[in-house]
């Protein structure tokens, strides 16, 4: 496992980079957000530990460009304030996970273990993996594994099941799905989620797989690998 950190505070970086490699992880650093973005585009890393405030270009920045890449290496903010707003905004932007300067070394290893263990069986080969349902993210097809019936998915059901697959098990409010798969300005409204919904779970059916997308009444969505009855 290759970590970067992106911290420009050298004190804390060297710290970090001590400590991780202490806990067998190999580790790189930056000290800037623009060296950080390189870095982390090479796709050579596994994990990225990101400060907010960074010199250059800042944690935020970064973070939404490389996810303009389609890009969904897992990203952990450290924020300097204990602002809510930070934390939304990172979250909202696709952070996997953040924590709140000061912090102790123990909390920030729980959630690189947390972070990690939640990307595994995850992006293999240009697919993604829950349960027995494979997503193409080359071809836009879905496939249960072992099956033989795929079915191709158009561009807003593939963006729907990539963020339902990248939280499986996490219950995603309309609101989140709208944003994410219509974006900020959209004028998409709610509405749009369910008969998407709709439209994926018919195409996931015919896949005969038994991961489903349960309804949360009054929250959200949540996909759920579950057995067949
Ligand atoms: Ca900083």
């Known amino acids: ?22 806990e067998g992880y190999e580790a790189e650093g930056a000290d800037n957000g623009a060296d950080g973005l390189d870095m982390i585009l090479t796709g050579l890393y596994d994990l990225i530990i990101l400060d907010v405030m960074l010199p250059q270009m800042d944690g935020f920045e970064v973070l939404r460009r490389v996810r303009k890449e389609k890009n969904h290496i897992p990203i952990i903010l450290l924020t300097a304030r204990s602002a809510l707003d930070d934390k939304v905004e990172g979250m909202d932007m696709g952070a996997d996970d953040y924590v709140t300067k000061p912090f102790a070394l123990e909390e920030l290893l729980a959630r690189i273990r947390m972070v990690l263990r ?54 995603l409010s309309r609101e989140q799905i709208t944003e994410r798969v219509w974006g900020y300005d959209s004028d998409a409204e709610y509405n749009n989620v369910d008969v998407y919904i709709s439209f994926l779970r018919k195409k996931m059916q015919y ?23």
Not at 4 to 22: F, K, Q
Not at 211 to 224: D, K, S
């Open 1 to 22: 496992m290759k970590l970067l950190v992106i911290e420009d505070e050298e004190g804390l970086r060297e710290a970090l980079m001590t400590s991780l490699a202490g």
């Open 118 to 171: 939640r990307g595994e069986h995850q992006v293999e080969n240009d697919r993604l993996h829950v349960g027995d349902l494979l997503l193409d993210t080359k071809t836009y097809t879905i496939q249960c594994e072992g099956g033989t019936r795929s079915v191709r998915l158009s561009a807003k059901e593939y963006k729907l099941l990539e963020y339902l697959m990248l939280n499986p098990g996490r219950v």
């Open 207 to 229: 896949t005969k797989t038994n991961v489903t997308i349960r309804l949360i009444r009054g929250v959200g969505y949540q996909l759920e690998a579950g057995e067949h009855d």
